[in-house]
């Protein structure tokens, strides 16, 4: 038999196979992805470490950056030991337990994407796009995910950690776009990643302020300064840093939640609320918290219009989300819309547990105004 034809028989042969493979159960493994989720819920790990795939992930990890052998076989003997920590620090500071909740799920054949909000105190959220694999067995992999909160996928994030954990000049021309850059950038990138590593942002700064235009522009000192500025919390270093951002990676969704939270402190709602939309199509679906976001971001312009349109999308989204039905109640508030408000009230008080008396409506600035409204009163009444 010629070897084309032996090749040619192997490529069938491999194509019948894979077709013979069992369709997985959607359901089945949507429980085991449901099942990692609460176990992290419940602050334990062993379901999600068990889940990923770590031959998979170490490969791809070295596969897009030059990092040092010393550096690779720390990681490789405690794949799990990098992780956890990191997976816990890429979330908001939050004075509760971090809770996710999964809300999208698909699967086709053996690949599967889940997408999951991680709730933090002060209405701040992390969302997590989970690449997911089913094994010939039925077992549910993780084999990467897409970090919005910090702005990566979850392979680089750890990568780029372990390039900065030994900086070499190698391993630090890797990391830049410009492979020709000279030794003296070079050292000056590596000594960048060094203050980034030890947590040393004055360091960092002093550094950073001596680079020329060519350094400031490659991304990944972008994206450090990004981050490094916002763990400063310096009002000059974040403006400069999230136009930089908006320049470097214009529309990217990859970038836009940590520009919201900047876009709101700086009383940039317009900005907030298209960041926002960005965000959506980069998770693929219309979700109840980012559009309850947007209703905040609308009453803050005034737009009371745009405010219940977002709030009422809300509902449509997640009817069981207790935020969408707060942000129902401000929406109609602000437009005047009573009736409409005691609607969501009702909701509040039947399906959450909400205690929204005339003595607590005084209490809320905003929503003190609902207490006296004879629309408010007639249906309070009814309900005695």
């Keep these: 038999m010629s070897m084309v034809r032996r090749i040619a028989l192997a490529v069938v042969l491999s194509v019948l196979l894979s077709s013979a493979l069992p369709a997985q159960d959607s359901s089945a493994l949507r429980d085991q992805f449901d099942t990692i989720i609460e176990g992290l819920n419940k602050d334990s790990f062993e379901q999600f470490l068990r889940a990923i795939d770590e031959k998979d992930m170490t490969t791809r990890i070295y596969a897009r950056r ?12 405690d794949v799990s030991g990098w992780i956890q920590p990191m997976f816990t620090a890429s979330f908001p500071k939050s004075r ?28 701040r959220f992390a969302y997590h796009v989970y690449e997911l694999r089913a094994a010939g067995d039925g077992r549910l992999y993780i084999v990467d995910w897409i970090d919005y909160y910090q702005g990566g996928r979850f392979s680089d994030e750890v990568g780029d950690a372990l390039v900065r954990a030994l900086p070499s000049k190698p391993a630090t021309r890797s990391a830049l776009s410009n492979k020709a850059a000279g030794d003296a950038q070079i050292f000056q990138v590596s000594e ?6 030890d947590n040393q942002p004055e360091r960092f700064f002093q550094i950073y302020d001596g680079f020329d235009d060519a350094l400031l522009n490659e991304k990944a000192v972008v994206r450090l300064n990004w981050h490094m500025a916002l763990t400063v919390g310096d009002a000059a270093r974040m403006d400069r840093a999230a136009g930089q951002i908006e320049e470097i990676f214009a529309d990217d969704p990859l970038y836009s939640q940590r520009l919201i939270e900047y876009y709101v402190a700086s009383k940039q709602f317009g900005k907030a609320i298209a960041s926002l939309e960005l965000l959506q199509q980069g998770l693929g679906i219309t979700d109840g918290a980012i559009e309850s976001l947007k ?48 609607e969501a009230i009702a909701r509040l008080e039947d399906d959450f547990g909400e205690n929204l008396s005339s003595q607590q409506l005084s209490k809320d600035p905003f929503l003190r105004v609902l207490s006296g409204k004879q629309e408010y009163l007639d249906w309070r009444a009814s309900r005695q």
């Design 96 to 123: 509760r337990e971090i809770l996710g909740t999964v809300v999208d799920f698909r699967s086709s054949g053996s690949e599967g994407r889940a997408v999951v909000r991680y709730a933090a105190s002060g209405y």
């Design 295 to 342: 209703v905040s971001a609308a009453l803050a312009l005034g737009s009371t219009a745009d405010a219940t349109q977002f709030a009422e999308q809300a509902i449509e989204a997640e009817p069981s989300l207790e935020l969408a039905w707060w942000s129902l109640l401000r929406a109609r508030t602000a437009a005047e819309d009573y009736a409409g408000a005691t």
């Design 192 to 197: 960048l990643f060094k203050a980034a590593r």
């Design 66 to 77: 030059l990092i040092e052998p010393a550096v690779k076989t720390t990681f490789s003997e």
